[in-house]
């Protein structure tokens, strides 16, 4: 059995204020390509397509072209769970027919007792749970943290292990002694987060989704595959793809994906960005600046812009220090203080009628004070 492991598309995200939708459709499209290059069984889904529960008409449009290309147009089956950011319910619409070309779609706790059956492996498809189900469906209200509740369930999904086929584990979760990258939403059920990753030495393999690089765990059967896309500047480094499973001979194989417009971090002075600098980077890629000048540079962000178009973080590597400044803030009036701040933000002085707003904003301030 040969398949493909792909997670945490977070379909509807954005990089700070930047839609997304051009570099998922592409990061989607070359997914299809290789499933079908690697003439893989199935692809693997594990959890959030969406990156929230209530995704928008343009973030449907996308997914259900995905789901498409891959299920009806390369005719391969779909092994597909919910993930935290999925709502269970919006996302089942449709799972009964669905299974008419092979596209399986669990979004509840009980589902996944429920192998999919291959003809050497099953497919034990757990989508992502809050601890309540897992009470309400084991009949048990002590259930009080998620390794309790896992232990229960993996307890129940070997009862119905075939011992002439392999196991394949589809989860979405945090296992114990993974990295954390910040694109990812903190998500604590009953005050502990983890789950032991020997909980898993039964399975075959262990396809997971939730955590966003694929080094966040370093085990040789139990994988993340990381989000379809870098979601945030820490993940500048990050490589982007997919795992391609076979379950015998066991083997694991990465595949990276080519994004089409990248993050890019800079570290120098305005001199530097401003002359051959940006000639290295692509005209639509996201970039994070830090800037290394030590003085006062007016409107630097949008002067900036004009050869970064599509700038998501501007700081400064050391803060500005102005000692005689500081002696001469601490004697002016809150009105000379907007003065400053007006011309520093906008290169200009506020007009007659925007000084008489501010002095009546300033004195209903101090009136409040009183």
Same mark, same amino acid.
């Given at each position: 059995m040969k398949f493909l492991h792909t997670a945490d598309w977070h379909i509807g995200k954005r990089l700070h204020e930047y839609p997304l939708v051009k570099e998922q459709q592409d990061a989607l499209a070359q997914i299809a390509q290789i499933a079908q290059k690697e003439q893989v069984d199935a692809v693997v889904v594990a959890g959030d397509l969406y990156d929230r529960s209530l995704p928008s008409e343009e973030a449907v449009t996308l997914v259900n072209q995905a789901l498409r290309d891959l299920n009806l147009t390369a005719d391969l089956p779909l092994l597909v769970i919910s993930g935290n950011h999925d709502s269970a319910v919006r996302l089942a619409t449709g799972q009964e027919w669905f299974k008419q070309t092979k596209l399986y779609l669990h979004t509840r706790l009980s589902e996944a007792f429920t192998p999919i059956e291959f003809e050497d492996t099953q497919f034990f498809l757990l989508p992502y749970f809050e601890l309540q189900e897992a009470r309400n469906y084991f009949a048990d209200e002590s259930i009080s943290d998620l390794t309790s509740a896992m232990k229960l369930v993996v307890a129940k999904l070997k009862t119905k292990f075939d011992p002439a086929k392999k196991q394949v584990l589809v989860a979405h979760f945090f296992a114990a002694g993974s990295l954390r990258s910040d694109s990812e939403t903190k998500i604590e059920v009953g005050g502990?987060?983890?789950?032991?990753?020997?909980?898993?030495?039964?399975?075959?393999?262990?396809?997971?989704?939730?955590?966003?690089? !694929?080094?966040?765990?370093?085990?040789?059967?139990? /994988?993340?595959?990381?989000? $379809?896309?870098?979601?945030?500047? =820490? %993940?500048?480094?990050?490589?982007?793809?997919?795992?391609?499973?076979?379950?015998?001979?066991?083997?694991?194989?990465?595949?990276?994906?080519?994004?089409?417009?990248?993050?890019?971090?800079?570290?120098?002075?305005?001199?530097?960005?401003?002359?051959?600098?940006?000639?290295?980077?692509?005209?639509?890629?996201?970039?994070?600046?830090?800037?290394?000048?030590?003085?006062?540079?007016?409107?630097?962000?949008?002067?900036?812009? !004009?050869?970064?178009?599509?700038?998501?973080?501007? /700081?400064?590597?050391?803060? $500005?220090?102005?000692?005689?400044? =500081? %002696?001469?803030i601490e004697s002016k009036s809150p009105l000379e203080l907007f003065t400053d701040f007006f011309v520093q933000a906008t290169g200009r002085k506020p007009t007659q009628l925007q000084q008489k707003w501010a002095k009546e904003s300033l004195l209903e301030l101090e009136k409040e004070g009183e």
């Open positions: 502990l987060d983890s789950v032991p990753t020997k909980l898993f030495s039964d399975f075959d393999h262990v396809a997971l989704g939730h955590l966003h690089d !694929k080094r966040a765990l370093d085990l040789p059967t139990i /994988k993340y595959s990381g989000s $379809l896309l870098k979601y945030s500047v =820490a %993940e500048a480094n990050s490589q982007k793809g997919v795992w391609i499973v076979e379950t015998e001979p066991f083997s694991c194989k990465w595949i990276s994906l080519a994004p089409l417009n990248d993050i890019c971090c800079l570290e120098a002075s305005y001199a530097e960005l401003t002359t051959k600098l940006y000639q290295t980077v692509a005209q639509d890629d996201y970039v994070a600046i830090e800037l290394t000048d030590e003085h006062e540079i007016i409107d630097v962000m949008n002067k900036l812009r !004009k050869y970064y178009p599509r700038i998501v973080e501007l /700081k400064r590597k050391k803060r $500005l220090v102005h000692t005689k400044q =500081a %002696e001469k």
